[in-house]
């Protein structure tokens, strides 16, 4: 029976706590058999081979991290198993680049994660009484920690396959604090909360930040109020935007409505965000001349923002920022919410229905590389179709049209998707072109023909030696995940064969 229940032990752990009963089950089996060994060799085995590749999405990989933790220190309550079992876990996360991201980006958002990995943050803010620190496993006071444990006087020992790293009893069920400790530092994970935070004010723009005040307050009680000060700053300029936009909007009620060609600008629907530049995380700026009618809208503004506050003044940032704008196409209008950037490209279309993006680049002084982005999204929506293609000296001489069918339109992605999907794609063609993925996976076919399994360092080395000298270990990072991805590569406890 405990031998049939260890087969299946990776779903168990997964479905933890639905599977509680059968993780109850399997401890009392473990009492009276002596599988402890060969149940962490198992489990061990099915999370590297079904966790720890390249196809599994980052954020299911810290889902499955923290439902072992669970399921296995309800198992093995001295946490010895859960170490011997998460190790290649933690190992594996410690190298994506997007673990940081997306604990932080789980913690805080309104997912059903969320509210599980804010429920155990809370239980690791209280777990000890004024103690909000990270425990290090070399320098923790065990009899501080001895004293904190209401249960001192059922003290055992550690069991024997427990790891001479092992940490205390206390943080090892801490499953925040493990979180954090991956990388053993909390500053990447401030850093991160502060441009995820960012991010996040910069595409809000109803001023309610109930919710993002809760998580800070949460946070600082973690990792302190001092490393957190940049944060609540930006917090802070967000209520004071609130503040001064009802003062000036007030003043611009009283010009009313201002129509300029066939552009309707509602005083009463302007916000803007005012920002202490210093404590924000750096701002991507595209530089852009806007429309005439934008221009406009924002020097009134300025002037009663100078006003109001005496000696300062505003310096707008054109590519951030909200617009939304409606679009008659035949008889229908289609409703939009995008960046200044593409209201000034697709504004363009009215005065003048074809462009060569080179020089709609000229025409909006701006990077026609950058331009050809903004279009694209236009394209994807079926406003603008290409209608040629072609380039000279690396300079996009596109030709995109008005589209006057709204039947084509295609409002299926937003703005958000297209630039992710455009960032991907970008990325791809930098790091290797198609006929170097081509090349260099003939080398790498020969060496695991030869060589059997070998791990990333071992592939990288002898590519540099036989295709090329330059080639970076990224660049062959690209290369097996692709391969694993298409499924010519297995991937398995660091090393890469071929799947045959």
Same mark, same amino acid.
């Given at each position: 029976?405990?031998?049939? #229940? ?28 002596? +599988? ?13 081979? #079904? ?29 010895? $198993? ?89 943080? @090892? ?20 909360? @502060?441009?995820? +935070? ?21 946070? @600082?009680? @973690? ?63 595209? &530089? ?11 020097? #009134? ?10 000696? #300062? ?60 982005? &903004? ?37 299926? &992605? ?32 020969? $060496? ?34 692709? &391969? ?17």
């Amino acid at each position: 029976y405990a031998q049939c #229940r260890i087969k299946r032990l990776f779903e168990i752990v997964i479905d933890f706590p639905d599977s509680k009963n059968a993780v109850q089950d399997l401890k009392q089996c473990l009492v009276k058999t002596n +599988l402890r060994s060969h149940l962490v060799r198992s489990l061990r085995l099915s999370v590297e081979e #079904r966790l720890l590749h390249p196809g599994v999405n980052t954020s299911d990989i810290i889902t499955a991290y923290v439902s072992a933790i669970k399921a296995l220190m309800f198992l093995d309550p001295t946490g010895v $198993m859960m170490e011997n079992v998460c190790e290649p876990l933690k190992k594996y996360l410690r190298n994506r680049d997007d673990t940081v991201k997306c604990i932080v980006s789980n913690l805080t958002d309104d997912s059903e994660s969320s509210n599980d990995l804010m429920e155990e943050f809370c239980k690791d803010l209280y777990s000890y009484e004024g103690n909000m620190d990270i425990i290090d496993s070399n320098t923790a006071d065990w009899a501080v920690l001895g004293a904190k444990n209401k249960s001192w006087r059922v003290w055992q020992p550690e069991p024997v396959d427990s790891p001479p790293d092992s940490t205390p009893d206390s943080s @090892k069920a801490n499953i925040i604090s493990m979180l954090v400790n991956i990388y053993g530092s909390k500053d990447m994970f401030v850093n991160e909360y @502060k441009s995820l +935070l960012g991010d996040r004010l910069l595409s809000s723009y109803s001023f309610n930040m109930e919710k993002e005040i809760r998580n800070l307050e949460l946070l @600082k009680l @973690k990792f302190g109020e001092q490393n957190l000060f940049a944060c609540e700053a930006m917090l802070k300029d967000i209520s004071e935007s609130k503040r001064i936009n009802s003062n000036i909007l007030e003043q611009l009620k009283q010009t009313g409505v201002s129509k300029m060609s066939n552009l309707v600008v509602n005083a009463n629907n302007l916000k803007c965000l005012i920002l202490s530049e210093q404590f924000w995380p750096k701002l991507k700026e595209e &530089k852009i001349d806007l429309p005439s009618e934008l221009e406009q809208i924002q020097t #009134r503004f300025m002037k009663s923002y100078e006003a109001f506050k005496g000696n #300062r003044t505003l310096v707008w940032k054109n590519s951030l920022g909200l617009v939304k704008i409606e679009v008659e196409i035949g008889r229908q209008t289609f409703e939009f919410e995008v960046s200044p950037i593409h209201v000034a490209v697709i504004m363009q279309f009215q005065e003048k229905e074809t462009w060569i993006v080179c020089e709609l680049a000229q025409e909006l002084k701006m990077c026609s590389f950058v331009l050809k982005k &903004k279009i694209l999204f236009w394209k994807a929506q079926g406003l603008l179709k290409q209608v040629s293609n072609s380039s000279e000296d690396d300079v996009p001489n596109e030709v995109y049209t008005l589209v006057k069918d709204s039947s084509k339109l295609n409002k299926n &992605k937003n703005l958000v998707e297209i630039e992710e999907e455009q960032e991907k794609t970008e990325k791809v063609s930098d790091v290797l072109k198609e006929n170097e993925i081509n090349l260099y996976w003939n080398f790498t076919q020969s $060496m695991l023909r030869s060589g059997g399994c070998l791990p990333l360092e071992r592939i990288h080395a002898w590519l540099k030696l036989y295709a090329n000298p330059d080639l970076t270990i990224e660049q062959v990072k690209f290369l097996v995940d692709l &391969k694993t991805k298409e499924q010519l590569l297995k991937y398995n406890a660091g090393l890469y064969r071929l799947n045959k």
